[in-house]
């Protein structure tokens, strides 16, 4: 499958909590996003990251790629009940005209 | 979900019966996406259109078909040779085709076979 991976499956926290989230892909990229889904409804971009760049932050989100080990995280920090919701990394893989999603890491925040 | 509307939001049909599920953007995007979604599961392309008049299957287009006759719509059609069409239905557009373009989803349609 040219599918990514997410790890873990599945993660319930408290409220204020840090959320980090791992995907692991298996060819080479130009580039890696993050989408979320909230239940039902169609996923909403959140982050991009270049194969060249190691870390980037967007308000309480921070990404980072290791691409020698084919890996990226999502960190959330300081979570809220409102950060409920399935989180899917997608690669833009080199020679590909579309994206391959994950398998998604559904977080749950606990108020 | 802005500039992408995508109709019915729940859909239900019958076997062997073929069914058309809508897309339509104001986003003035080339790009155009189906995906299938089963629960659980992150998302399978189906099909996709770069460009008007042309589009190219994905990883799952066995018993879909579409159309891209206007840069605003690209309807997809479940036949009765797919065999397990129960699923979410994503459509999603994007300003390009590359890769490096984000790309904005609709609300999705739920298609559930009797």
């Known amino acids: 499958s040219q599918q990514g991976e997410e790890d873990p499956q599945a993660l319930s926290i408290q409220e204020g909590e840090n959320a980090t989230m791992n995907c692991s892909y298996k060819?080479?990229?130009?580039?890696l996003q993050w989408y979320r889904q909230n239940s039902g409804r169609g996923l909403v971009h959140l982050i991009l990251?270049?194969?060249?760049?190691r870390e980037k932050h967007s308000g309480r989100l921070r990404v980072t790629l290791d691409t020698s080990k084919k890996s990226s995280s999502l960190l959330i920090t300081a979570s809220r009940a409102a950060d409920t919701a399935s989180y899917f990394c997608?690669?833009?893989?080199?020679?590909?005209?579309?994206?391959?999603f994950g398998t998604g890491t559904r977080l749950t925040v606990i108020p | 979900d802005g500039g992408i509307t995508q109709s019915p939001k729940y859909l239900f049909r019958k076997e062997g019966q073929n069914v058309t599920l809508s897309c339509e953007q104001n986003?003035?995007?080339?790009?155009m996406y189906w995906y299938r979604q089963d629960p659980g599961q992150g998302l399978r392309l189906i099909y996709y259109?770069?460009?008007?008049?042309?589009?190219q299957k994905g990883d799952i287009a066995e018993g879909y078909s579409v159309s891209r006759e206007k840069k605003e719509s690209f309807p997809l059609t479940v036949t009765s040779a797919q065999k397990n069409p129960t699923a979410f239905y994503l459509c999603?557009?994007?300003?390009?085709?590359?890769?490096?373009?984000?790309?904005?989803f609709g609300p999705g349609t739920r298609l559930t076979v009797l």
């Open positions: 986003l003035n995007h080339d790009a």
């Open positions: 997608a690669t833009d893989q080199t020679g590909a005209n579309n994206l391959f």
């Open positions: 990251i270049r194969s060249n760049e």
């Open positions: 060819t080479s990229i130009n580039n």
């Open positions: 999603a557009t994007s300003q390009t085709s590359l890769g490096t373009d984000t790309q904005y």
């Open positions: 259109s770069q460009i008007v008049n042309d589009f």
